[in-house]
Protein backbone atom coordinates (compact mmCIF):
# COMPACT_ATOMS: atom_id res chain seq x y z
CA UNK A 1 0.00 0.00 0.00
CA UNK A 2 3.11 2.34 0.83
CA UNK A 3 4.79 1.33 -2.64
CA UNK A 4 1.29 2.53 -4.12
CA UNK A 5 1.04 5.76 -2.34
CA UNK A 6 4.64 6.40 -3.13
CA UNK A 7 4.10 5.75 -6.91
CA UNK A 8 1.04 7.98 -6.93
CA UNK A 9 2.51 10.46 -5.91
CA UNK A 10 5.78 9.95 -8.10
CA UNK A 11 3.69 10.35 -10.60
CA UNK A 12 1.60 13.66 -9.49
CA UNK A 13 4.68 15.61 -9.10
CA UNK A 14 5.85 14.45 -12.39
CA UNK A 15 3.14 15.35 -13.69
CA UNK A 16 2.56 19.12 -11.58
CA UNK A 17 6.47 19.92 -12.88
CA UNK A 18 5.80 19.98 -16.24
CA UNK A 19 5.41 22.93 -18.15
CA UNK A 20 2.26 23.94 -19.37
CA UNK A 21 2.14 26.23 -22.84
CA UNK A 22 -0.61 28.70 -23.80
CA UNK A 23 -2.13 28.03 -26.92
CA UNK A 24 -3.44 30.12 -28.75
CA UNK A 25 -5.87 29.16 -32.01
CA UNK A 26 -5.68 31.05 -34.02
CA UNK A 27 -9.35 33.40 -34.97
CA UNK A 28 -9.63 31.48 -37.94
CA UNK A 29 -10.27 28.16 -36.27
CA UNK A 30 -12.22 29.30 -33.72
CA UNK A 31 -14.28 30.65 -36.37
CA UNK A 32 -14.11 27.13 -38.01
CA UNK A 33 -15.23 25.52 -35.01
CA UNK A 34 -17.53 27.67 -33.05
CA UNK A 35 -19.34 29.51 -36.08
CA UNK A 36 -19.17 27.50 -39.22
CA UNK A 37 -21.98 25.36 -38.90
CA UNK A 38 -24.26 28.49 -38.85
CA UNK A 39 -22.71 31.13 -40.59
CA UNK A 40 -20.88 28.57 -43.31
CA UNK A 41 -17.31 28.81 -44.37
CA UNK A 42 -17.28 32.02 -46.27
CA UNK A 43 -19.87 33.80 -43.88
CA UNK A 44 -22.91 33.58 -46.35
CA UNK A 45 -25.13 32.57 -43.77
CA UNK A 46 -28.28 29.84 -43.92
CA UNK A 47 -31.44 31.82 -45.42
CA UNK A 48 -33.58 31.83 -42.43
CA UNK A 49 -32.03 30.70 -39.79
CA UNK A 50 -28.17 32.83 -39.74
CA UNK A 51 -27.88 36.07 -41.07
CA UNK A 52 -24.66 36.43 -43.73
CA UNK A 53 -22.11 37.83 -41.99
CA UNK A 54 -20.74 39.48 -44.98
CA UNK A 55 -23.15 41.97 -44.63
CA UNK A 56 -22.21 42.26 -40.41
CA UNK A 57 -20.15 45.53 -41.88
CA UNK A 58 -23.24 47.76 -42.20
CA UNK A 59 -24.15 47.53 -38.87
CA UNK A 60 -20.89 49.50 -38.16
CA UNK A 61 -22.49 52.08 -39.57
CA UNK A 62 -25.55 52.94 -37.59
CA UNK A 63 -26.07 53.72 -34.12
CA UNK A 64 -26.32 50.90 -31.95
CA UNK A 65 -24.98 48.78 -34.74
CA UNK A 66 -21.69 48.27 -33.71
CA UNK A 67 -23.06 46.93 -30.07
CA UNK A 68 -25.43 44.81 -31.64
CA UNK A 69 -23.24 42.32 -33.71
CA UNK A 70 -21.59 41.09 -30.05
CA UNK A 71 -25.03 41.17 -28.14
CA UNK A 72 -26.47 38.70 -30.37
CA UNK A 73 -26.15 35.03 -28.81
CA UNK A 74 -23.66 34.18 -30.78
CA UNK A 75 -21.10 35.94 -29.55
CA UNK A 76 -22.37 36.65 -26.16
CA UNK A 77 -22.84 33.26 -25.55
CA UNK A 78 -20.41 31.57 -27.42
CA UNK A 79 -17.97 29.53 -24.79
CA UNK A 80 -15.37 31.54 -26.25
CA UNK A 81 -13.17 33.82 -24.19
CA UNK A 82 -13.75 37.64 -24.35
CA UNK A 83 -10.64 38.08 -25.98
CA UNK A 84 -11.41 35.02 -28.35
CA UNK A 85 -14.34 36.41 -28.73
CA UNK A 86 -13.16 39.57 -29.97
CA UNK A 87 -10.58 38.01 -32.19
CA UNK A 88 -12.77 36.44 -34.06
CA UNK A 89 -15.33 39.44 -34.84
CA UNK A 90 -12.37 41.74 -36.12
CA UNK A 91 -11.13 38.57 -37.89
CA UNK A 92 -14.96 37.77 -39.74
CA UNK A 93 -15.10 41.53 -40.45
CA UNK A 94 -11.51 41.91 -41.90
CA UNK A 95 -11.80 38.63 -43.76
CA UNK A 96 -15.48 38.95 -45.37
CA UNK A 97 -15.63 42.78 -45.55
CA UNK A 98 -12.23 43.98 -45.68
CA UNK A 99 -12.72 46.72 -48.71
CA UNK A 100 -16.11 47.87 -46.73
CA UNK A 101 -14.94 48.70 -43.02
CA UNK A 102 -15.59 52.15 -42.41
CA UNK A 103 -12.09 54.49 -42.62
CA UNK A 104 -12.54 54.56 -39.04
CA UNK A 105 -12.70 51.32 -37.81
CA UNK A 106 -11.66 50.44 -34.50
CA UNK A 107 -11.00 46.62 -33.71
CA UNK A 108 -13.41 45.27 -30.81
CA UNK A 109 -12.08 44.37 -27.56
CA UNK A 110 -11.96 41.92 -25.03
CA UNK A 111 -13.64 44.51 -22.66
CA UNK A 112 -16.31 45.02 -25.44
CA UNK A 113 -17.40 41.38 -25.60
CA UNK A 114 -17.19 41.43 -21.09
CA UNK A 115 -19.61 44.24 -21.09
CA UNK A 116 -22.19 42.99 -23.73
CA UNK A 117 -22.19 39.89 -21.90
CA UNK A 118 -23.81 41.19 -19.06
CA UNK A 119 -27.30 42.07 -20.71
CA UNK A 120 -28.85 39.67 -23.08
CA UNK A 121 -30.68 40.71 -26.10
CA UNK A 122 -34.59 39.94 -25.66
CA UNK A 123 -36.06 40.32 -29.15
CA UNK A 124 -33.18 39.85 -31.70
CA UNK A 125 -35.26 40.04 -34.74
CA UNK A 126 -37.02 43.12 -33.66
CA UNK A 127 -33.43 44.89 -33.04
CA UNK A 128 -32.23 43.79 -36.27
CA UNK A 129 -35.04 45.08 -38.01
CA UNK A 130 -34.89 48.41 -36.35
CA UNK A 131 -31.13 48.52 -36.73
CA UNK A 132 -31.76 47.34 -40.99
CA UNK A 133 -34.59 50.11 -41.15
CA UNK A 134 -31.67 53.03 -39.82
CA UNK A 135 -29.40 51.63 -42.29
CA UNK A 136 -32.22 51.65 -45.31
CA UNK A 137 -32.66 55.43 -44.41
CA UNK A 138 -29.33 56.49 -44.24
CA UNK A 139 -29.17 55.36 -47.32
CA UNK A 140 -31.96 56.98 -49.36
CA UNK A 141 -31.20 60.45 -47.18
CA UNK A 142 -27.24 59.74 -48.77
CA UNK A 143 -29.37 58.94 -52.45
CA UNK A 144 -31.22 62.06 -52.03
CA UNK A 145 -28.08 64.71 -51.43
CA UNK A 146 -26.68 63.52 -54.79
Known amino acids: MKRLRFIAIAILAVTLSIPVV ?8 LYMLNCWGCHRPNGEGIPGTAPPLKRAVDFLRVPGGREYLISVPGVALSPLSNEQAAAVMNWILKSF ?10 PYTADEIAKARTTHMLDIKK ?3 ELVTLMVDGKIRELEKQ
Not at 97 to 106: E, I, M, N, W
Request: aromatic share 4%; proline share 14%; hydrophobic share 35%.
Open 22 to 29: AHADPPSQ
Open 97 to 106: SKDRLPADFK
Open 127 to 129: ARA
